[in-house]
């Protein structure tokens, strides 16, 4: 009896994760692009636990590594990049994945030539990311802020310099991957619980299986 009300107690709190899961990330597992990085800076807020975009077309370079992580799992590296706007304005954009950092890294040079002189325009197509804002971590806010001062880049100057980040490191499949991370602690106990159940009832239909050494 008391196998039967911890697999109904373990069931119970395996469908109120995943409820829960598919409630807080429904948007980010379902929902498409909702607003650009313009739409949603000045309310970040609204916009938390959405998909953003942003169509990049110059880079200063990156400025910090750091681990990716989810719920505190570290899972890999991010890379931060200080993006130069069509406006003007600077914004801190993180990626993780090989080729967008190659993408960035590339645009970086073609930024700098034409800063040079060297090209009349920024000889690269623009590339749109897709990510989700959020404020930068303090540590991560240090490397920016360094980053600034280092190319003489100031508010006093006549520079806007945002710092509402978007983290282009995270993809729908990863929000998936995550939520089915998560529902594994809940689905192990379900299985230890019914085997249990089943090696209880054995012993009932053979009552000289306690007297087995174990």
Same mark, same amino acid.
């Given at each position: 009896? =008391?196998?039967?009300?911890?697999? !109904?107690?373990?069931?119970? +709190?395996?469908? +109120? @994760?995943?409820?829960?899961?598919? +409630?807080?990330?429904?948007?980010?597992?379902?929902?498409?692009? !909702?607003?650009?990085?313009?739409?949603?800076?000045?309310?970040?807020?609204?916009?938390?636990?959405?998909?953003?975009?942003?169509?990049?077309?110059?880079?200063?370079?990156?400025?910090?590594?750091?681990?990716?992580? %989810?719920?505190?799992?570290?899972?890999?590296?991010? %890379?931060?990049?200080?993006?130069?706007?069509?406006d003007?304005? *600077?914004?801190? @954009?993180?990626?993780?994945?090989?080729?967008? $950092?190659?993408?960035? &890294?590339?645009?970086?040079? !073609?930024?700098?030539d034409?800063?040079?002189?060297? #090209?009349?325009?920024?000889?690269m197509?623009? $590339?749109?990311?897709?990510?989700?804002?959020?404020?930068?971590?303090? &540590?991560?806010? =240090?490397?920016?802020?360094?980053?600034?001062? %280092?190319?003489?880049?100031?508010?006093?100057?006549?520079?806007? +310099? $945002?710092? #509402?980040? @978007?983290?282009?490191?995270? #993809?729908?499949?990863?929000?998936?991957?995550?939520?089915? !991370?998560?529902?594994? *602690?809940?689905?192990?106990?379900i299985?230890?619980?019914?085997?249990?159940? =089943? /090696?209880?009832? /054995?012993? =009932?239909?053979?009552?000289?299986?306690?007297?087995l050494?174990?």
């Amino acid at each position: 009896m =008391k196998s039967t009300v911890r697999l !109904a107690v373990v069931s119970a +709190i395996c469908l +109120i @994760l995943f409820g829960g899961c598919a +409630i807080f990330f429904r948007n980010l597992m379902f929902g498409g692009v !909702a607003a650009t990085y313009e739409e949603a800076e000045p309310n970040r807020s609204e916009y938390h636990d959405k998909w953003i975009s942003y169509e990049a077309v110059a880079c200063l370079g990156m400025f910090a590594e750091g681990e990716e992580s %989810y719920s505190f799992i570290p899972v890999g590296h991010e %890379y931060y990049y200080l993006i130069w706007m069509e406006d003007g304005s *600077i914004m801190p @954009l993180s990626v993780s994945k090989k080729a967008d $950092r190659e993408y960035l &890294d590339a645009l970086t040079e !073609a930024t700098y030539d034409y800063i040079d002189g060297s #090209t009349r325009m920024i000889e690269m197509e623009p $590339r749109t990311f897709t990510g989700t804002v959020s404020s930068l971590d303090s &540590d991560v806010v =240090k490397y920016y802020k360094e980053a600034l001062t %280092y190319l003489e880049i100031s508010e006093a100057d006549g520079w806007v +310099i $945002r710092d #509402t980040h @978007l983290d282009c490191s995270k #993809t729908r499949a990863s929000y998936l991957l995550l939520i089915g !991370a998560v529902l594994m *602690i809940p689905v192990i106990g379900i299985v230890s619980t019914v085997v249990n159940l =089943k /090696k209880e009832k /054995k012993k =009932k239909e053979n009552p000289e299986m306690d007297y087995l050494p174990r």
